[in-house]
């Protein structure tokens, strides 16, 4: 099992910067990728940031040049950085940690963390 806690979200005027922190817990020597996803009201979750253990990074096209993944393996952290904060940017977000156990993968989910951009 791995636990997983968010912090960082808020309210931030657009042009703005937030960084979001995930902090991992539990059976965390399995974890294969750390990933942060958003989710406004009406739509669907969307991948945002993803970094593999090995420090591979991968970015939504709709942040790519403003957020930032990185990972801090000694606080067994993942942060996103986000700059140049936008309202269409308004979501929660939710931190990702992807185990690999004997060949299956396991997802688990932190509870969330609210990102308002006003305009």
């Known amino acids: 099992q791995v636990q997983l806690v968010e912090s960082g979200g808020g309210l931030v005027q657009a042009r703005g910067s937030l960084r979001l922190s995930c902090a991992a817990s539990?059976?965390?020597?399995?974890?294969?990728?750390m990933d942060w996803y958003r989710q406004a009201p009406g739509k669907q979750r969307e991948l945002v940031a993803a970094?593999?253990?090995?420090?591979?990074?991968n970015y939504a096209d709709s942040v790519k040049g403003r957020f930032t993944i990185s990972r801090d393996y000694a606080k067994n952290t993942v942060y996103l950085q986000m700059n140049s904060l936008k309202p269409e940017d308004t979501a929660v977000y939710y931190c990702?940690?992807?185990?690999?156990?004997?060949?299956?993968?396991?997802?688990?989910w932190g509870q969330g963390t609210q990102v308002t951009v006003s305009s």
């Open positions: 990702n940690a992807v185990s690999v156990r004997f060949g299956v993968h396991y997802d688990y």
């Open positions: 539990g059976s965390i020597f399995n974890i294969a990728a």
């Open positions: 970094i593999t253990s090995g420090g591979d990074t």
